[in-house]
């Protein structure tokens, strides 16, 4: 059981993070640089709030939840300007 959880994090994460990734600008590198930034800045992030927030299925519920909105918001967003 622990492993089909795992599974489904890391498909969920890594749906996200390509839908970030593709739909940020036409431009691969600056893509990459954002999130090579953003990447350095979440981890330290994320290590706060680990320590802050005993349940970590609530913290990582909740960092699956944001950047899902953000997509769906980029997707109906881009949407809407066709």
């Given at each position: ?23 940020a ?20 992030a ?37």
């Amino acid at each position: 059981m622990v492993l089909l959880k795992l599974a489904v994090a890391w498909f969920a994460a890594s749906m996200l993070y390509y839908g970030i990734m593709f739909s940020a600008s036409a431009d691969i590198l600056f893509n990459n640089f954002i999130y090579g930034v953003l990447s350095t800045l979440a981890a330290p992030a994320t290590v706060l709030l680990m320590a802050r927030f005993k349940n970590r299925r609530t913290l990582l519920a909740g960092m699956y939840v944001i950047p899902a909105l953000a997509v769906l918001v980029m997707a109906l967003m881009a949407h809407s300007s066709v």
